[in-house]
Each structure stands twice: as C-alpha cells, then as structure tokens.
C-alpha cells in the first residue's frame, strides 16, 4: 500500500523523473569510467593506486573494491558516489594509468568545487552530476514545483548531451538524451514513482548516518577544548542540523595549517561529502565572536585511517 505521503501529484511526479535522472546520470558515469578503465583491468588499476585510494574511500567502498573481489568488478555494483571518486582519483590527468591511457583535464575552478558556468569539459560536467546528486538527495521534500522542474531537467539534460557528445559512441550515439526524452513523456503510476522516491529517501538515510557521525566527532573535539563551553548543550545540538550540508566546500572554519597534499587528501572524505560550518556557535554569551584555534590529534576516531600528525581548525570570525 502507497503511504499518504507517496500519493502521486504532478509535483510528486516531477521528483520522480528527476530521480530517474540520476540513474541515467549513473549509467553515463559508468561508460566515463570504462573509456579510461575496462571493467577487467579495474583491479589492477586499484592496486596501483592503493595508496592514493585508500585515504578517500568509507568502509564499505574499501570492502567492494580491495576486500570483497570477484573475478572482476562490473560497474553496475558501483553507485554514483563511488563512480564519481573513482572518476576523479583515477581519470584525472594528473594520475598515470597503468594502461598509458591519458586522462581527462581537470575542472577549470578544480575537483569539488562549482564549475565555471563557461565550463563543459567532461570533468566540470561530471561535478555537476556529483552537485544534482546532492541536491536531490538533500531535497526537502518528495515533490518538485513545475518551474523548479523545469529549470533542473534543461539543465541536467545539457549535461547529459555535453558527456554524450565527449564519449563519441559510434554505435548510438544519443543512447542516453533517448532515455532522457523517454523518462520526462513517459506516463508513471503511482508505485512506479514510490519506487524512484524510495530510492533517494535510501540515500538520503545513508548520508544523514555519514554527516552525524563526522558532526558528532568534530563536536566531541571542539568540547573538548571549551569551544562549547558558554553554550547549553541543548542549544549545540539544536544549532548543530541547521549546519549540515552536502556541498563540496570545507567550511569547518578553515584555513587548515601546516597540511601537505597528504594531509588534504586523508580528509577528502570528510571536506568532500559534507559543510560544517561552526562559526555561528562560536560565540560567547553575550554574542562575541569568539577567535583562535582548534587542534585534532590525529588518533581522533573521526579522522581513523588518515596518515596524519595534526588538525588545526582556525575558527578566528
């Protein structure tokens, strides 16, 4: 039985298409990986770059790609997340394949950040599937208003026809703007819309497990060093929610000092999938911003796996 909440509207409908979309988005980031590494050959290229990899991936995508091996790992078993880290750590120009296969150019503003509106190279435009995700995941609501609809598809379908064009499929070349034209006409009966929905309510539970516990490290550190120490603990944890985010920035009050690339890289998985931005609750009682800084050891349980010394947080206003 469809819950009351999940009764299909046109709005419902609307979000349902856009979460078709990112399946079709998934697809795409797949046959982007396999231009650069075939399915057979993925091992191998992960052994190379065990140590680059290792310091970015969570638990669970450590177990599918070095723990849990098969003959070879098809790319259907990989999700757009880990499409998405793959794609960047490995088919980046600047990581030599074993194959002698060149990479891809880098984002004109760079990996993890908004991509220049004039940039449509295939990594600006792989970002801009990592930000849809995001995005719908992080949507408030299992309903999308027309205009909003409107101006997501157009968007995301310009995306789609960019990569398509770069991946020169000779067989069918428009495989994916066919799919796009089908999913917005096609007509979608209330369970079919369930489904779809149910899917990004899954990752969106998968997320909110990821940023609570990353929130709940950090904040552990910073009571330990009397950041909260004006603040009544029910008000830290009122304020904490309104500060998670999904959005590529690190906004943990940085800059972090005395970091190495090494350094940066250990804590992609942390800058990468969520926004903590502490500013607004540190401050005293009677408002004063507070200034200084906050520094993590590195056998802290939130950074666990990372080759770092030290953390320093600056948190001056």
């Given at each position: 039985m469809i819950s009351s909440k999940h009764l299909s509207n046109r709005y419902t409908t609307n979000f349902a298409r856009l979460c078709r979309l990112l399946s079709v988005c998934a697809e795409l980031l797949r046959d982007v990986l396999r231009r650069y590494i075939s399915e057979v050959a993925l091992y191998s290229e992960l052994d190379a770059a065990k140590a680059k990899l290792m310091p970015v991936l969570n638990l669970s995508q450590k177990d599918i790609l070095y723990q849990n091996?098969?003959?070879f790992l098809p790319y259907d078993d990989l999700d757009i997340t880990l499409l998405y880290t793959l794609i960047r750590n490995l088919?980046?120009?600047t990581h030599k394949?074993?194959?002698g296969q060149k990479g891809m150019k880098s984002p004109q503003n760079g990996w993890g950040k908004i991509p220049f509106q004039q940039d449509r190279s295939l990594a600006a435009n792989?970002?801009?599937i990592r930000f849809f995700r995001n995005e719908t995941c992080h949507h408030e609501k299992d309903s999308v208003m027309d205009n909003d609809f409107i101006l997501a598809w157009n968007k995301m379908k310009k995306v789609v026809e960019d990569i398509e064009k770069k991946l020169n499929n000779q067989i069918d070349p428009t495989k994916y703007v066919d799919i796009l034209k089908e999913i917005k006409e096609i007509s979608m009966d209330p369970e079919e819309s369930q489904k779809y929905?149910?899917?990004i309510e899954n990752m969106k539970r998968e997320q909110?497990?990821?940023e609570e516990k990353i929130h709940k490290g950090v904040r552990e550190e910073l009571s330990k060093c009397h950041v909260f120490q004006d603040l009544p603990a029910p008000e830290v944890l009122k304020a904490l929610p309104a500060h998670l985010a999904s959005t590529c920035d690190n906004k943990i009050g940085a800059p972090i000092v005395d970091k190495s690339e090494d350094e940066v890289l250990a804590l992609q998985p942390y800058l990468l999938e969520i926004s903590c931005d502490?500013?607004?609750?540190?401050?005293?009682a009677n408002g004063t911003p507070r200034s200084g800084q906050l520094r993590i050891p590195p056998q802290t349980s939130l950074f666990s796996g990372c080759q770092i010394k030290n953390i320093t947080i600056d948190f001056n206003k």
């Open positions: 091996r098969k003959s088919c980046d120009d394949l074993k194959n792989i970002e801009r929905i149910e899917e909110e497990c990821l502490f500013h607004d609750l540190l401050k005293s």
